[in-house]
T-cell receptor, first 111, second 115 residues
Framework: DAGVIQSPRHEVTEMGQEVTLRCKPI?????LFWYRQTMMRGLELLIY????????DSGMPEDRFSAKMPNASFSTLKIQPSEPRDSAVYFC?????????FGQGTRLTVV | EDKVVQSPLSLVVHEGDTVTLNCSYE??????LLWYKQEKKAPTFLFML????IEKKSGRLSSILDKKELFSILNITATQTGDSAVYLC???????????????FGKGTHLIIQP
């Protein structure tokens, strides 16, 4: 398996634009997590899914953030409208048990 | 709210030294504690600990958990420049439904090994 695949790897966008981050989990993993990493706050859990169903979205910072998992092999994290303070590295991770495998991340810069 | 505190925040040592990284936590309904190593990109898994007092070992790295005092340590012996990374500690609470839950991470310890 190629591991967790995220796209794009880098995104630079202007404030107010919509941003969509994509993730393909490891086949067979039934948990999918979205994390955000910044220097100030470290790695923060935003939302996670179990069997494509959102379980806990209490980490989603605002209504501007939304996540979907339409099937077992694909998830998106959308920010609309984006703001400069959303600049961070966004990681997707998947797991079968407790050990989460991380994708390479999407570095988002909102100018 | 679940909380993970790691210390020190950064550490610079010479190759060959032994280092100990600390992680203390507060979590409702503990399930496991995990250690990750993060170099330039994604965190990579090192250890998962669920029981007190049982050391997990992988080469020069080892880790142990104390569930009574709510902490874990990660030891690296005979350090090498390739050990330079951010080491992240995370706790996993037990979801009310009995399954896994999202990880709460500490800020990490930035370890630099000088030749």
């Amino acid at each position: 398996d190629a591991g967790v695949i995220q796209s794009p790897r880098h995104e630079v966008t202007e404030m107010g634009q919509e941003v969509t981050l994509r993730c393909k989990p490891i086949s067979g993993h039934d948990y999918l997590f979205w994390y955000r990493q910044t220097m100030m706050r470290g790695l923060e859990l935003l939302i996670y899914f179990n069997n494509n169903v959102p379980i806990d979205d209490s980490g989603m910072p605002e209504d501007r953030f939304s996540a979907k998992m339409p099937n077992a092999s694909f998830s998106t994290l959308k920010i609309q409208p984006s703001e400069p303070r959303d600049s961070a590295v966004y990681f997707c991770a998947s797991s079968l048990y407790s050990e989460a495998f991380f994708g390479q991340g999407t570095r988002l810069t909102v100018v | 709210e679940d909380k993970v505190v790691q210390s020190p925040l950064s550490l610079v040592v010479h190759e060959g030294d032994t280092v100990t990284l600390n992680c203390s936590y507060e979590v409702t309904n503990f399930r496991s504690l995990l250690w990750y190593k993060q170099e330039k990109k994604a965190p990579t898994f090192l250890f998962m600990l669920t029981s007190s007092g049982i050391e997990k070992k992988s080469g020069r790295l080892s880790s142990i958990l104390d569930k009574k005092e709510l902490f874990s340590i990660l030891n690296i012996t005979a350090t090498q420049t390739g050990d330079s990374a951010v080491y992240l500690c995370a706790v996993e609470p037990r979801y009310s439904g009995g399954g896994a839950d999202g990880l709460t991470f500490g800020k990490g310890t930035h370890l630099i090994i000088q030749p």
